[in-house]
C-alpha cells in the first residue's frame, strides 16, 4: 500500500478520561494507525490522564490490550512496544490541586510542542478541566482542547459549556468535534460536489424531489444506558451527527475550504431549518422505543431492560421531516431518520431526483424509477447512482433501474481510516474545517428545543418498536403521506 501521509509537527496529546471506553477504543487506536503509517514523529507524546493512580507501566498494559483488539495483523501488532514508547500516565483528579503542578511540569518540559487536551470526560467537568489548565499556564498559543459531544443537553447549557471554555481558550483553539464530520464519506461528499461538474447544475429543487439520511445501528444502549436515558436519539445523533451530515448536503459552495467559509455556509442551512415545535410536532416527527426482538440472529432484551428501569420516555428512534427554507430546497423535504437495533447497521445519505418530465417509452417497457445518488457513509463506503438502462437482448424494450457503483475501498485500493485518525491530525495541525464553531453547535440546539419542547408537552409516549425492526410503523407512514417510501438498497 502507498502512503500518502505527511508527519505532521511533534506533538502532546492529553487525553482527559484516557481510561474510558473512546480513549482505548478510538483514540488510542487511531494514533496507533498514524504511527503505523509514519505519520507520527518520535518525540510525540500520547498522555493518558484519569483519577484511578496508576502505573505508566499498568496503563501501557491496559492501552497494549485495546490496540490489540483495535488491529488484527501481524506486523501492526509487533510495533506495539514501539507505540507504547510514547504513551504514559498521569493521575489527575480536575477538582483537586493535586498532581497538576507536576503534570504541567513535565509538559512544559517540552516548549514547542503543539499541546492538544482531549476531554473525553463528562461535560459537568469540562469547566475545572479548562479553569486548571488556565491556572497551569498551559491555554496559550500551541494549546488546542477538543471537546466531544454531548455540548450541552440543551440551548442555554451548551452556552453555558461555550462560554465556560471560551473563558480559557480562543475560538480558534477549541475544536468540537463531531465524528462524522471525519468519515471519508462525508468529506467525499464535498469532492462529489465541488470537484465535478456533473452533480451541482441539479443540486436544487428543480432537480432533486428530496432528500433522506439514515443513521442505523444493531446495537442497543450497551453500558451507556444512565448517559443515553438523559440523552436520547435526537440529542445524541440529530443534533450533531445528522443535523451535520443534513448541512453538508444542503449548503451553498463555499468560496474556499477555509474553516470559516465552510462553517459560514453549514450555518446557513441551520438558520435555514423550519421551526418544528408543538404546532407540527405531531405531523412531522416519530420517537420510538425498541422491545425486545433480534439482533444478528439472537435475541435480545428491550430498551428498558438494558436499562434496568420500569419506565422511561426516552426515546432510541427518530424519523422526522425537515424543511431547508431557502430558494434552492423550498419544497424538498429532507427526510431524517435514526435509531438503535435496527435490522443493518447502515448510515446513508440518498439524493432522490425527480421523475423525468415525459416518458416517450412503452408500457410495456416497465416503470421508470427515479434516479437516486447513495453515498453510503459505512459499511462499505462508497456511491451509487441508480439509473435507468435498456436490460440487455432481444424482447423488446425493457427498462430496469441498475446502480453505477463504486466502492471507495476497490477503486483506491486502500482501507478506509477511521474518523479520528484524520480528525486528530487535524487538531494538531489546527485545521477547524471538519470541526462545529460555536454558533453551529448553538443553531443546532435552537431547532432541537422547541421539538424536545414539543415531546415534553405532548400526552404521547415514544411508540414502542421490535429490536431487529425499522422503527415504529409511524415512521413508514411519515413518509408515505407524502406519497414516498424509504430507500431500500435492493431498488
Ligand atoms: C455516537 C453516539 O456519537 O455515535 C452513539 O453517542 C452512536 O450512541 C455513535 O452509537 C455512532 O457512531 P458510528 O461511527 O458507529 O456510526
Redesign the pocket.
Known sequence: MITHAKPVVAFDLVIFGGTGDLAMRKLLPAMFRRFLDGQLPAPCRLIGVAREQQSTDTYRQRVSEALRKAVKEDDAIARIDAFLGMVSYHPLDATSDTGWEDFAQDLKSIEDHVRVFYLSTSPGIFVDICERLRQHGLNGEGSRVVIE??IGHDLASACEINDAVGAVFAENQIFRI???LG?ETVQNLLALRFANVLFEPLWNAAHIDHVQIT?A?T?G?EQ?GP??DH?GALR??VQ??LLQLLCMVAMEPPASLNADTVRDEKLKVLHALKTIDAGNAGQVTVRGQYRAGSANGQSVPGYLEDLGSPASDTETFVALKAQVCNWRWAGVPFYLRTG?RMPH?V?EIIIHFRDIPYSIFAESSGRISANKLVLR??PDEGVKLWMMAKYPGPGGLRLQSVPLDMSFAEAFGVQQPD?YERLLLDVVRGNLTLFMRRDEVEAAWKWIDPILAAWAESPDSPRSYTAGTWGPSASVALIERDGRTWHDDDH
Open positions: 459531544k454531548p463531531d465524528h462524522y468519515k443513521v445501528e446495537v444502549v451507556r448517559y443515553y440523552a445524541d445523533m450533531n451527527h438503535k447497521r448510515s457513509l459505512q474518523a
